[in-house]
C-alpha cells in the first residue's frame, strides 16, 4: 500500500504540470494592456478534506525491546486554511487540523495517539490569478501529539517536534471569488517516544504525505 504514495503523487505532478500549460496559454491570452494595474484580493479562507499517509519509521532498537514491528495508521480529517496574498504571485498560507491514528504491532491495533500539525507556508504562484493557477511553497511545521496511550493501560508519549513543510498544488477560479483547490504536503515531522515515563526514549520519524481537496472564497 505504501509504496503506491508514489505513484499518486506522480499523477499529481503530472496533473500540475498539465494544467500549468493550460494556464500558461491563458496568461498569454490576456489583455495586451500592459499598463493596467491587476486587483489583488488579499485574503482566502477555505477547507479541506485531508488523507494523511504517514510514512513513519520506528527505531530499530523499539522494535527490538518490544519484539514487534510497529507502525501508524493513514486517516481521513477535515482542515482549516488561512492564506494571505501579498501580490497575486506571493502568499503565504498557515493550515491546521486534527486526525487520529492508531499504533500497530505487527499489523494490531495496541493504541493510539491524535495528531495536531499546524504549518505555514510561502507559496509563489507563477500565473497569478489565472482560472487554473498551480503553485509551490516551503515552510515549517510543528507537530503537537496528545492523548497518546496504549491499550493494555502501559503510558506511552510521543513528543512535540518542528521540521520543514513542502507543499504543490492547484487553485481552480470558479467565479471572482471562488476557488476548487487540490493541495500535496510533505511534512518532516521527527520526533521521539518512550513507553511508561522512566522507560528509554527512541525516535519517531513520522513524516506524513498530506493530500487535500476544498474549496476556497477570496476576497
Known amino acids: 500500500m505504501k509504496k503506491n504514495i508514489f505513484g499518486i503523487l506522480s499523477l499529481i505532478i503530472a496533473a500540475t504540470l498539465a494544467l500549468t ?46 519484539k514487534s514491528k510497529l507502525s501508524l495508521s493513514n486517516n481521513f480529517t477535515p482542515c482549516a486554511d488561512l492564506e494571505y496574498f501579498f501580490t497575486n504571485q506571493i502568499s503565504t498560507e498557515l493550515i491546521a487540523g486534527v486526525t487520529k491514528h492508531t499504533i500497530k504491532s505487527n499489523g494490531n491495533e495496541i493504541g493510539s495517539t491524535y495528531l495536531l500539525p499546524p504549518s505555514i507556508t510561502l507559496k509563489y504562484h507563477p500565473f497569478g490569478d489565472a482560472k487554473f493557477s498551480p503553485y509551490l511553497g516551503a515552510g515549517i511545521e510543528m507537530t503537537f501529539p496528545f492523548n497518546d496511550k496504549l491499550n493494555n493501560g502501559n503510558k506511552i508519549r510521543i513528543d512535540a517536534s518542528i521540521g520543514y513543510a513542502l507543499q504543490t498544488g492547484i487553485d481552480i477560479k470558479v467565479d471572482n471569488h471562488l476557488y476548487l483547490n487540490v493541495d500535496y504536503k510533505y511534512l518532516n515531522a521527527d520526533t521521539r517516544f518512550r513507553i511508561s515515563d522512566a522507560g528509554p526514549w527512541y525516535k519517531l520519524d513520522m513524516n506524513p504525505h498530506v493530500f487535500g481537496v476544498g474549496v476556497g472564497y477570496r476576497f
Open 21 to 66: 500549460a493550460v494556464a500558461k496559454a491563458e496568461d498569454v491570452a490576456k489583455s495586451n494592456d500592459d499598463t493596467k494595474t491587476e486587483e489583488v484580493k488579499h485574503y482566502r479562507v477555505g477547507l479541506r478534506a485531508l488523507y494523511v499517509y504517514p510514512t513513519e519509521s520506528f527505531d530499530k532498537k523499539a522494535e527490538e525491546d518490544t
